[in-house]
């Protein structure tokens, strides 16, 4: 029974990823707002991730945060590809295992971002500033809202 209510859940979600991306555009730093919870970002502050692009068309990703229990900076370094979709990549941080990343909405002029994945359980916000107005932030969880994520699941990152 818990596996139908998986179901049910995982159809429930739009997944569906911007028509068109700016690589290049994409590139640079990108803050973590918000975030569903998960093991490999639990106790996490001051998260961002940089993103650059290769010569061979490949993205380096660097995910960095400051772990409030530990105390100690986190930095993981992955890389990225493109996917099926112009708004999806596909990102590895374990040697060729990769997941989807797929950018459901962004901003005009590249300020913000909303990704999730295949799975129902993963959910961000990113902005180019370590904050957003309150207007922002309510008209993106709105959108991840109407794509059927529990918004209220966020966690609303320290930096």
Partial sequence: MAATGCSAQRSSIDRTT????????????WYEIA???HSFERNMERCKAQYTLLPDGKIV????????RTGRYKTSVGKAKAGES???LRVSFFWFFYSDYNILALDDNYDWALIGSRSPKYLWI???TPSLPQETTEH?????KERGYDTSKL????Q
């Fill in 126 to 128: 990113l902005a180019r």
């Fill in 18 to 29: 911007v028509a068109s991306l700016d690589v290049k555009r994409y590139m640079g730093t």
């Fill in 140 to 144: 993106i969880t709105a959108i991840a």
């Fill in 155 to 158: 966690i609303w990152v320290k």
């Fill in 35 to 37: 975030r569903y919870d």
């Fill in 86 to 88: 112009a708004g999806q």
């Fill in 61 to 68: 990703v660097e995910n960095s945060g400051y772990n409030s």
